[in-house]
């Protein structure tokens, strides 16, 4: 299966389950994920090196094909704020722990010296493996999940990657993808 048809399945199935409760949020406390260009250079949960490892991590779940990747469309910089502004202190200090031990992992395997298929096959099967090291698990999964759900929600991918209409028209309860160019909706 390649990546397009993984990201519409993804957004088909996660959609309004995942974006509801983060958007609600946001929209409660009107909150900017994006931030301003200014205030990008600056990180506010995560440190330096954490970022880095997560940002190449982002990228090797979500490369540059003919759409962005994760980081072109600041993936990061959102999950970084979003860190920051929105997830309690509890699942911050748990997210730290399971990234630690994530770190720990992919460093044993050298993981930001493998070429990039191999960084591929590397969390392939870290996330295939239920059994050994599933804190590392644990935090690649909360990043993947993280990183698609941000992706599929940020402007430059809704606009110009997936069907987006600004402006809702007629409600069509039940329409097949192939009626609307083949794409999923954006959220």
Same mark, same amino acid.
């Given at each position: 299966?390649?990546?397009?048809?993984?990201?519409?399945?993804?957004?088909?199935?996660?959609?309004?389950?995942?974006?509801?409760?983060?958007?609600?949020?946001?929209?409660?406390? %009107?909150?900017?994920?994006?931030? &301003?260009?200014?205030?990008?250079?600056?990180? =506010?949960?995560?440190?330096?090196?954490?970022?880095?490892?997560? &940002?190449?991590?982002?990228?090797?779940?979500?490369?540059?094909?003919?759409?962005?990747? /994760?980081?072109?469309?600041?993936?990061?910089?959102?999950?970084?704020?979003?860190?920051?502004?929105?997830?309690?202190? %509890?699942?911050?200090?748990?997210?730290?722990?399971?990234? +630690?031990?994530?770190?720990?992992?992919?460093?044993?395997?050298?993981?930001?010296?493998?070429?990039?298929?191999?960084?591929? =096959?590397?969390?392939?099967?870290?996330?295939?493996?239920? +059994?050994?090291?599933?804190?590392?698990?644990? /935090?690649?999964?909360?990043?993947?999940?993280?990183?698609?759900?941000?992706?599929?929600?940020?402007?430059?991918?809704?606009?110009?990657?997936?069907?987006?209409?600004?402006?809702?028209?007629?409600?069509?309860?039940?329409?097949?993808?192939?009626?609307? %160019? %083949?794409?999923?909706?954006?959220?």
């Amino acid at each position: 299966m390649d990546r397009r048809s993984v990201l519409k399945y993804v957004a088909a199935l996660t959609g309004s389950s995942i974006l509801a409760p983060i958007s609600g949020s946001v929209l409660a406390q %009107g909150l900017d994920l994006t931030r &301003t260009k200014s205030s990008l250079d600056q990180l =506010q949960f995560f440190d330096v090196n954490r970022f880095e490892l997560l &940002t190449q991590i982002m990228d090797v779940i979500l490369p540059r094909t003919d759409s962005p990747s /994760a980081s072109d469309v600041k993936v990061n910089y959102i999950m970084d704020n979003m860190f920051n502004q929105i997830f309690p202190a %509890g699942y911050q200090a748990n997210f730290l722990t399971l990234f +630690a031990e994530l770190k720990r992992y992919l460093e044993s395997k050298q993981f930001t010296r493998l070429l990039v298929n191999e960084q591929v =096959q590397l969390l392939t099967d870290l996330e295939l493996n239920t +059994a050994d090291n599933a804190q590392a698990r644990k /935090a690649y999964m909360d990043i993947k999940q993280q990183t698609i759900t941000y992706y599929l929600s940020t402007e430059e991918v809704a606009e110009n990657h997936l069907n987006y209409l600004p402006i809702p028209g007629r409600y069509v309860p039940s329409i097949s993808v192939k009626e609307v %160019g %083949g794409k999923a909706w954006a959220e």
